[in-house]
């Protein structure tokens, strides 16, 4: 069960909040062992500097969402297969995927919050964007319902489908299960991710 603390440190998208609700847990002395993880976890996601400038931190798990979504049509594309797994081995190798699921339960537990972190944040981006929202170049505004189909189908496509394609099932595999349990929490009792495909 988490601390208030922490419950809100995974509502909160804002790199700066998150680390500043963390430090708020350590210094509270709430679940050390826990909290040495998500701070390694912090240091490895927003590892990069934004291009906005400042003290504002790139989000490295947001980058490899983006990149699956930019290749999950690679199949269709010459090369594609090997270009797009090959971009996306080296953003988990990057974000060290493999290395901290080999660490223990603890780490493979806290990485998988991180990953429906991710998801649930993509979601909750795209749901409030103008352009991913509208068709016909930005002119037109989609239904409410439109856009939450086209949101369905990316998350599917995304997740589901392309590591199939790239034959990435187990290395994104927790990106998966985390993508259906988010999918699950956000359409609740519209069935399971991918049972209408």
Not at 80 to 91: A, C, D, P, S
Request: hydrophobic share 35%; aromatic share 8%; glycine share 8%.
């Amino acid at each position: 069960m988490d601390t208030p603390t922490i419950t809100q440190y995974y509502r909160e998208a804002d790199p700066a909040k998150r680390l500043a609700l963390l430090n708020m847990s350590i210094e509270a002395g709430e679940e050390p062992e826990l909290n040495k993880i998500r701070k390694e976890l912090w240091d490895i996601r927003y590892q990069d500097k934004s291009e906005l400038g400042g003290d504002t931190r790139a989000d490295g798990f947001i980058a490899l969402w983006m990149l699956m979504e930019f290749n999950r049509d690679s199949g269709k594309r010459f090369l594609g297969v090997r270009g797009g797994r090959k971009e996306i081995l080296k953003q988990l190798d990057k974000m060290k995927f493999q290395e901290l699921r080999a660490k223990g339960k603890d780490y493979e537990d806290l990485l998988y919050r991180e990953c429906c972190h991710m998801v649930k944040t993509y979601m909750e981006l795209s749901e409030s964007d103008k352009a991913y929202n509208s068709t016909l170049f930005g002119i037109l505004k989609m239904s409410s319902e439109q856009a939450k189909d086209k949101l369905k189908a990316d998350i599917y496509h995304t997740a589901v489908e392309l590591p199939q394609t790239l034959k990435l099932e187990e290395e994104l595999g927790i990106v998966t299960r985390a993508a259906r349990e988010m999918y699950e929490l956000h359409f609740p009792g519209e069935g399971s991710l991918g049972a209408d495909r």
